[in-house]
């Protein structure tokens, strides 16, 4: 049986972000874009509403204003969630382009063709089918739980722990079970339910254990990141070089945003070095948790048939 080594797909993470860095802050500041959108607009929109909302003379025209506020709220936040996905399926799809077809590099290995919808559609229905699949074991579980609550304390609690934890282990086994098929699309040209389902044979438990281990180093990186920054913003005296003098208190209880507009023009260099890092940091993160998938994928497929790694590009 055809096996994958975890080493091996964890340095072609780790040798992606040494060969091509600047793709790497790209992806993370596409995928950032979004949020930097999301707060840039929203905060003034939702300091309108809160105001108009909690001030004491306001009469129905103010708070029928202010609901039609929130619902214009509720539809621009749904418009840039579903940006955010898109954007992801590109960078994603671009990722997994670096690693199975390292020749279409150009443009960042950015593109919007038939990879990405076929990245599109499998993504959606193994979500679909996850979604459905928890659905079935929250059921299940409430079923086994409830025909044995009357068992008594602690015997109860124990089955309800044990039916809890089965599920979250048997919900984790499934991705790692069909993680290889969104590599496999982009690296057979096709909609591979079947071909990754087939590469993933007999691989669930090494899946599973490489999974475990990119969890420990986001932990591991998230937390010297985090580290660093505060240990940056401390030297710095950020805490007595920013003028917080812009934030009103009269006006906080009322608007809880007032001031941040100010805040930030005042201080725009040090929130622009930090986007810069943050999406530094966040491309790092997402190359680190496509990547190793799709290396696995491409070793497993190397090791059996010939896979069309090569071939010339689709249309971008």
């Known amino acids: ?71 214009q709220f509720q539809a621009v936040t749904g418009l840039l969630n579903i940006v955010q996905m898109l954007l992801m399926v590109v960078v994603y799809t671009a990722i997994m382009r670096t690693v199975l077809r390292p020749r279409e590099s150009s443009f960042f290995s950015l593109r919007i063709g038939m990879d990405e919808l076929r990245v599109a559609v499998v993504g959606l229905a193994l979500i679909v089918g996850l979604y459905a ?33 089965i599920c979250l282990l048997a919900t984790f086994l499934g991705i790692a079970r069909v993680s290889l098929i969104l590599p496999a699309s982009v690296l057979y040209r096709t909609f591979a339910f079947a071909e990754g389902w087939r590469l993933g044979r007999g691989q669930t438990g090494p899946l599973f254990g490489m999974m475990l281990l990119l969890v420990l180093l986001f932990i591991l990186i998230e937390a010297v990141v985090i580290g660093l920054g505060l240990a940056i913003a401390a030297a710095a005296g950020l805490s007595e070089g920013v003028d917080w003098s812009a934030f009103h208190p009269d006006s906080v209880d009322a608007n809880p945003f007032a001031g941040l507009d100010a805040v930030f023009a005042a201080h725009w260099p040090w929130f622009a070095i930090g ?25 497993l497929a190397e090791s059996g048939t010939p896979s069309p790694v090569d071939e010339p590009a689709s249309v971008a």
């Open 133 to 165: 699949a928890m659905m079935v074991m929250v059921l299940v579980g409430g079923a086994v739980g409830f025909a044995t609550w009357g068992a008594g304390s602690p015997v109860n609690w124990l089955i309800v722990v044990g039916v809890v934890v």
């Open 1 to 71: 049986m055809a096996r994958f080594s975890i080493g091996t797909a964890i340095n072609d993470a780790f040798g992606v972000i040494a060969r091509r860095p600047l793709s790497v802050f790209v992806w993370g500041l596409i995928l950032i874009a979004p949020s930097a959108a999301t707060f840039g607009v929203m905060l003034p929109m939702m300091g309108d509403m809160f105001g108009a909302m909690a001030a004491e003379t306001a009469d129905d025209g103010v708070r029928d204003a202010a609901f039609a506020q929130m619902m």
């Open 275 to 299: 986007a810069v890092v943050v999406a530094m940091v966040y491309g790092l993160l997402v190359t680190l948790h496509v990547v190793p998938y799709a290396s696995a994928c491409r070793q």
